[in-house]
């Protein structure tokens, strides 16, 4: 019973992730939360989410690197998720704004929902990475590896 509603959850969370991918905001996220689900009992799953999950946590490593790096990562997902706020607040169309009116801040009030949450989220991993991952940690590249399953 347990396999079953992780993998409906699974399935349910790679579908969302997929509508998800183009707008603002965590669609990405979604989508390799379902695949972890899946990858928690269906080996083809856990192949595949692997090499993502490898490269997540480098690159996550290598943004925390330094405090200048730490600082920009930081500002710019603040920056990303503020601008949810621009949403929220769903401002009339400017008129030098030269594209259609359809242009104008698409999605509406749950794209700024999902901009706001996942600056919230990034703002997290940002910090869980300046601990985990950063300089002075003693996380060599072989258990990054080994976390990573690769």
């Known amino acids: 019973m347990r396999r079953l509603l992780l993998s409906s959850t699974g399935w349910l969370l790679v579908l969302l992730g997929i509508v998800l991918y183009p707008l603002p905001g965590p669609g990405l996220l ?86 706001v949450g996942s600056g919230l989220v990034g703002l997290a991993i940002v910090a869980w990475a300046r601990v985990r991952l950063g300089p002075g940690t003693g996380t060599p590249d072989s258990e990054l590896r080994a976390a990573s399953g690769s």
Request: no cysteine; proline share 9%; net charge positive.
């Open 30 to 115: 979604v989508l390799v939360l379902g695949l972890a689900l899946l990858g928690r009992h269906d080996p083809w799953a856990a192949q595949r989410l692997a090499p993502l999950r490898h490269r997540a946590l480098v690159e996550t490593r290598r943004s925390v690197a330094t405090w200048p790096r730490t600082l920009v990562t930081g500002a710019l997902t603040v920056g990303l998720g503020a601008s949810g706020l621009l949403w929220l607040a769903d401002p009339a169309q400017p008129t030098w704004w030269p594209l259609p009116a359809w242009t104008w801040l698409p999605g509406g009030t749950w794209t700024g929902v999902g901009q």
